[in-house]
């Protein structure tokens, strides 16, 4: 039998909702989850998407959504007619991997956050997304016939399926299926993909479907590019360039202090306070916190004099709008595998780099007219370095205001520097006046770019196989391969070469 059923029949469409109804696991049938089981179904058929059994459907939206706490059966209901074996097997293999899936757990978070109208739409893709990784089984067909059973009362709607378990017995499809969502689940490894996780953590999941199809393309590019990077930092490159830090405004930077409290320190930080602990007798509760590491101590920030600020910047010039576009040689567009590569770059160096003061900026240079054509990218990009953006170690700016509503001060000068490549330049001589400045600069176009105090990489994108320059508009060899592809790969590795 194919995974994928097209009921035709407006009878058969009914019984399939009505006596899946009574398959549900995760809570026991009622007349409060017939509605909700009905609105997650017609938001799945509405999509086009072929509709699971809506006895799994419930169960994967009640467990995420965290339902089933208070409502969860202590028994399984026996159900007329359905082989016994098979609804054990259902809540080993199914259930049981809902429950302990870590991919799963993320998801419910994420699910949870959302309002009531935007949490049916994610419920509907974590179900599409399931359906599709696990292989499991589904049915086209007539919304209709759901929106019929909306408008009955939920105990007449279950009692009718009752009523059809009792006397016709399981349908052979419903059977059948479950047979296949047991199979499916036996080998299973995780439920969802990384990828379908951020999305629901970042949004794109119930976004418009260009902005979701680049989201994704990225994320799974950005994995193919970290997966042949080494895991330890690598060996910097012979004669490359270094430029020494300028500290000017030493003031910003903090010399020490005690600054927070911890639960591991000296005997001579110890919070005072503390011995009102101590008792004639012994063992007191002052021994019985330290034993435990439960005493409290001052805890020292170490100087950031001791560690080496660098500032990462990315310069994006706007005739990479004609980046969009796929070459044969390419998996994607070649616009996706310039922000892949910032999004590895930034993981890579946040990873190997962590004992250093670093941050990351992207600036999308505006064109002659005073715009920014590529908007869109960095509206994928804000959401794709959202950590760095949300500890203050991040940027990302477009000259236009509008994409935050609040600018900083270092918002507001970085919206600045994207009007040209002279204002990007000063800037970047700014900037380099506290940190040690690495630039990237990306365009379709060979140019010069070349400064004294900052190390600038020119990346040309100009074809399938990208270029490397070193700043005066020479252009730098990497290692030849055929593939096309691999060469975004080397060419991610030189940057880290060029810079760690």
């Known amino acids: 039998m194919s995974l994928i059923e097209e009921l035709r029949d407006l009878d058969a469409a009914r019984r399939y909702i009505l006596e899946g109804l009574w398959l549900q696991r995760a809570v026991r049938p009622a007349a409060a989850t017939v509605k909700r ?12 998407h072929p509709l699971p059994p809506i006895g799994f459907v419930s169960d994967v939206g009640n467990v995420a959504f965290g339902v089933d706490a208070d409502q969860r059966m202590k028994e399984a209901m026996p159900v007329p007619g359905w082989p016994p074996a098979l609804g054990r097997s259902y809540e080993d293999h199914v259930l049981g991997k809902l429950y302990s899936d870590w991919t799963f757990e993320r998801a419910g978070d994420a699910l ?49 399926g009752y009523d059809g378990l009792v006397r016709d017995g399981p349908s052979a499809l419903l059977v059948t299926f479950y047979e296949t969502i047991v199979s499916a689940g036996r080998r ?28 994704r393309q990225i ?14 930092p690598v060996k910097p490159l012979v004669g490359r360039k270094e430029v020494p830090t300028r500290v000017l405004d030493e003031d910003q930077y903090p010399v020490g202090g ?50 080496r600020r660098r500032a990462f910047v990315f310069v994006l010039y706007p005739d990479l709008i004609a980046a969009r576009f796929k070459d044969p040689d390419l998996p994607c567009q070649r616009i996706v595998l310039v922000q892949s590569l910032v999004v590895a770059l930034v993981r890579k160096l946040t990873d190997w780099l ?20 590529l908007e869109e990218e960095a509206k994928l990009l804000r959401l794709l370095l959202r950590e760095p953006l ?21 918002q507001a000068a970085a919206d600045a520097a994207t009007v040209s490549k002279e204002a990007a ?51 730098g060899e990497v290692e030849s391969t055929e593939d096309a592809f691999d060469l975004w790969q080397e060419t991610a590795l030189r940057v880290l070469q060029l810079w760690v």
């Open 112 to 160: 949870r956050k959302y309002k009531d109208g935007d949490r049916v739409r994610g419920l509907a893709y974590v179900v599409n997304q399931i359906r599709e990784r696990c292989g499991l089984p589904g049915v086209l067909l007539s919304t209709a016939v759901v929106r019929a059973l909306m408008t009955t009362s939920p105990d007449e709607v279950l009692q009718t």
């Open 425 to 475: 330049m000063t800037y970047l001589a700014r900037l380099s006046r506290t940190a040690q400045v690495h630039c990237l600069a990306a365009a379709t176009e060979p140019f010069a770019m070349e400064m004294d105090n900052v190390v600038i990489t020119e990346l040309i994108a100009g074809g399938a196989r990208p270029e490397l320059g070193d700043g005066d508009g020479v252009v």
């Open 258 to 307: 005690y600054t927070s409290i911890s639960t591991k320190g000296s005997i001579e930080s110890l919070l005072h306070s503390q011995l009102a602990y101590m008792e004639p007798e012994s063992p007191d509760l002052f021994d019985m916190k330290f034993v435990r590491d439960e005493l409290f101590y001052y805890s020292r920030d170490e100087n950031q004099f001791l560690r």
């Open 37 to 48: 089981a009905l609105e997650w179904a017609i938001k799945i058929a509405d999509d086009g």
């Open 188 to 215: 299973m490894a995780e439920v969802l993909a990384p990828e379908d996780i951020l999305a629901l953590e970042q949004g794109t999941a119930i976004a418009d479907m260009g902005e979701y199809v680049a989201h």
């Open 354 to 373: 962590s004992t250093d003061a670093i941050r990351f900026e992207v600036l999308f240079v505006q064109d002659a007219g005073g715009k920014s054509p």
């Open 219 to 232: 994320l799974q590019t950005t994995a193919k590019l970290e997966a042949k990077l080494p895991a330890r």
């Open 390 to 410: 949300e500890r203050g170690d991040g940027l990302v700016a477009t000259g236009d205001r509008a994409a935050v509503a609040k600018p900083t001060p270092e």
